[in-house]
C-alpha cells in the first residue's frame, strides 16, 4: 500500500494537521492519481466538525479533486497514464441498481461510496482529496479538458455539477427565469452556468453587496432579500429558484416568487424542517424539490460544457498549511468565491 502526506482532523473541535495515510493497492479496474489540486467545500467543514453525524477519525476530507493518472489497474479502459482527470463527491457505487445503470450514480437505491467518510468494501474508511494520490474506480474517474486551467477545475467536480444538474433536468435555457439564493461558492457557479445555457439570471442574496460580481459573471437582475420590497415586486416571476444557502429561510416567502408550474429547489441542507403553506402550492401547481450533486454522466456532461463556454470558478489558491484559515474565512463568507488547494504544498 502506498504512503502519502495529507491533511485530516483529528476530532470535531481540533485544527486539521499534517498526516500520512495508506492508500489501497490499485486493483484492476483501479486509477491511481496524482492529486494536483483540492477545493475546499462548505461540506468538508461540516463533515470534520460532526455537524452530520459522528465520523470516524482521523479523517481526510475532499471530494473535489483534480490531478494526473500514473497508474491504472490491468483492466481499466476509460483512462491512461497522463490523463487529466478529476473526481467528485462519490466514488463507488453498486452499479447494477435502476439508478446506477441510468447514470444516477448519486441516487443509488443501494447508497453510493462517499469520497470520504464512507465505508468502503474492504471496511475502511474512505479518505479524500487533502492528499498527495487517490485511488479510485474508473468509473468515478472523470476526463478534464485540456482548455480548462486545471488549478481552478476542482470545484467544479462538487460545487459546478450540483448547480449543472438541477439546471439540466429543469430544463433551465432561452425563455426561462432563474432566480439563484446566494451569491457564494455555489451560487456564483450558477450563475454562470445558467447564463451560459441561456436562462434570464437573477440573484437573490441578503444584500448587494456581490451585485457587481453577480453581473459581471452573468446576472442580468440582482436583488436584496433583505428589502421586503424584493419579495412584491419579484412575486411570480421565477420558472426555477435554487437556493443554495443552507441558513433558515422564510421557504413561503420564496414559493411566492414561483411562477405558475415554477420549482424551488434545495441545494443547501438546513438543518431546521421545512415548512411552508400548502395553499400557495396548490393554487399555482408550484413545487419544492431537492437535489444532490450528479451521477458520473451528468458530471462529464458539466466538464465539457464548461469547457465548451469557457467557464470557471472563481478561486483563492492556497497551501495546505493554510487550511485551517481557509475554513474560518468560510465560515465568515470571506472568500470570493472558493478556496483550493495546492496538493504540491503537502509535500
Same mark, same amino acid.
Given at each position: 500500500?502506498?504512503?502519502?502526506?495529507?491533511?485530516?482532523?483529528?476530532?470535531?473541535?481540533?485544527?486539521?494537521?499534517?498526516?500520512?495515510?495508506? *492508500? *489501497?493497492?490499485?486493483?484492476?479496474?483501479?486509477?491511481?492519481? @496524482?492529486?494536483?489540486?483540492?477545493?475546499?467545500?462548505?461540506?468538508?467543514?461540516?463533515?470534520?466538525?460532526?455537524?452530520?453525524?459522528?465520523?470516524?477519525?482521523?479523517?481526510? %476530507? #475532499?471530494? /473535489?479533486?483534480? +490531478? !494526473? %493518472?500514473?497508474?491504472?489497474?490491468?483492466?481499466?479502459?476509460?483512462?491512461? !497514464?497522463?490523463?487529466?482527470? #478529476?473526481?467528485?463527491?462519490?466514488? #463507488?457505487?453498486?452499479?447494477?441498481? @435502476?439508478?446506477?445503470? $441510468?447514470? /444516477?450514480?448519486? &441516487?443509488?437505491?443501494?447508497?453510493?461510496?462517499?469520497?470520504?467518510?464512507?465505508?468502503?468494501?474492504? #471496511?475502511?474508511?474512505?479518505?479524500?482529496?487533502?492528499?498527495?494520490?487517490?485511488?479510485?474506480?474508473?468509473?468515478?474517474?472523470?476526463?478534464?479538458?485540456?482548455?480548462?486551467?486545471?488549478?481552478? %477545475?476542482?470545484?467544479?467536480?462538487?460545487?459546478?455539477?450540483?448547480?449543472?444538474?438541477?439546471? $439540466?433536468?429543469?430544463?433551465?435555457?432561452?425563455?426561462?427565469?432563474?432566480?439563484?439564493?446566494?451569491?457564494?461558492?455555489?451560487?456564483?457557479?450558477?450563475?454562470?452556468?445558467?447564463?451560459?445555457?441561456? =436562462?434570464?439570471?437573477?440573484?437573490?442574496? *441578503?444584500?448587494?453587496?456581490?451585485? /457587481?460580481? +453577480?453581473? $459581471?459573471?452573468?446576472?442580468?437582475?440582482? &436583488?436584496?432579500? @433583505?428589502?421586503?420590497?424584493?419579495?412584491?415586486?419579484?412575486?411570480?416571476?421565477?420558472?426555477?429558484?435554487?437556493?443554495?444557502?443552507?441558513?433558515?429561510?422564510?421557504?413561503?416567502? &420564496?414559493?411566492?416568487?414561483?411562477? !405558475?408550474?415554477?420549482?424551488? !429547489?434545495?441545494?443547501?441542507?438546513?438543518?431546521?424542517?421545512?415548512?411552508?403553506? =400548502?395553499?400557495?402550492?396548490?393554487?399555482?401547481?408550484?413545487?419544492? =424539490?431537492?437535489? =444532490?450533486?450528479?451521477?458520473?454522466?451528468?458530471?462529464?456532461?458539466?466538464?465539457?460544457?464548461?469547457? /465548451?463556454?469557457?467557464?470557471?470558478?472563481?478561486?483563492?489558491?492556497?497551501?495546505?498549511?493554510?487550511?485551517?484559515?481557509?475554513?474560518?474565512?468560510?465560515?465568515?463568507?470571506?472568500? *470570493?468565491?472558493?478556496?483550493?488547494?495546492?496538493?504540491?504544498?503537502?509535500?
Amino acid at each position: 500500500m502506498p504512503t502519502v502526506n495529507a491533511y485530516a482532523a483529528t476530532s470535531a473541535t481540533e485544527p486539521l494537521i499534517p498526516v500520512t495515510i495508506e *492508500r *489501497r493497492d490499485v486493483g484492476p479496474t483501479d486509477v491511481l492519481i @496524482e492529486i494536483a489540486y483540492a477545493g475546499i467545500c462548505h461540506s468538508d467543514i461540516h463533515t470534520v466538525r460532526g455537524h452530520w453525524g459522528p465520523i470516524t477519525y482521523p479523517q481526510v %476530507v #475532499g471530494h /473535489e479533486i483534480v +490531478g !494526473v %493518472v500514473r497508474a491504472v489497474g490491468s483492466q481499466v479502459t476509460r483512462h491512461r !497514464v497522463g490523463d487529466r482527470v #478529476g473526481v467528485g463527491c462519490e466514488s #463507488g457505487s453498486c452499479g447494477t441498481c @435502476e439508478q446506477c445503470l $441510468k447514470g /444516477e450514480e448519486v &441516487y443509488c437505491l443501494k447508497g453510493n461510496l462517499q469520497t470520504y467518510n464512507g465505508l468502503d468494501a474492504d #471496511g475502511t474508511i474512505t479518505q479524500g482529496g487533502y492528499s498527495q494520490a487517490i485511488v479510485v474506480d474508473e468509473r468515478f474517474v472523470l476526463k478534464v479538458p485540456d482548455s480548462l486551467d486545471l488549478s481552478k %477545475v476542482a470545484p467544479l467536480l462538487c460545487a459546478g455539477v450540483t448547480l449543472y444538474s438541477p439546471l $439540466k433536468h429543469w430544463n433551465a435555457g432561452p425563455g426561462t427565469r432563474v432566480a439563484i439564493i446566494g451569491m457564494g461558492g455555489l451560487g456564483h457557479i450558477g450563475v454562470k452556468l445558467a447564463h451560459a445555457l441561456g =436562462a434570464e439570471v437573477t440573484v437573490l442574496s *441578503r444584500t448587494l453587496d456581490k451585485r /457587481e460580481d +453577480g453581473l $459581471k459573471l452573468g446576472a442580468d437582475h440582482y &436583488y436584496a432579500t @433583505e428589502d421586503p420590497a424584493t419579495f412584491e415586486k419579484l412575486a411570480g416571476g421565477f420558472d426555477l429558484i435554487l437556493n443554495t444557502v443552507s441558513a433558515g429561510l422564510d421557504y413561503s416567502a &420564496y414559493v411566492d416568487l414561483l411562477a !405558475v408550474d415554477g420549482t424551488l !429547489v434545495i441545494l443547501g441542507a438546513p438543518t431546521e424542517p421545512v415548512q411552508v403553506q =400548502a395553499m400557495p402550492l396548490i393554487a399555482w401547481r408550484r413545487s419544492i =424539490a431537492g437535489s =444532490a450533486n450528479g451521477g458520473i454522466p451528468v458530471t462529464q456532461e458539466m466538464l465539457d460544457f464548461c469547457a /465548451e463556454h469557457d467557464i470557471l470558478p472563481e478561486t483563492e489558491l492556497i497551501s495546505a498549511d493554510y487550511i485551517n484559515d481557509a475554513y474560518e474565512r468560510v465560515l465568515a463568507s470571506d472568500v *470570493r468565491y472558493r478556496f483550493v488547494i495546492d496538493a504540491a504544498t503537502l509535500a
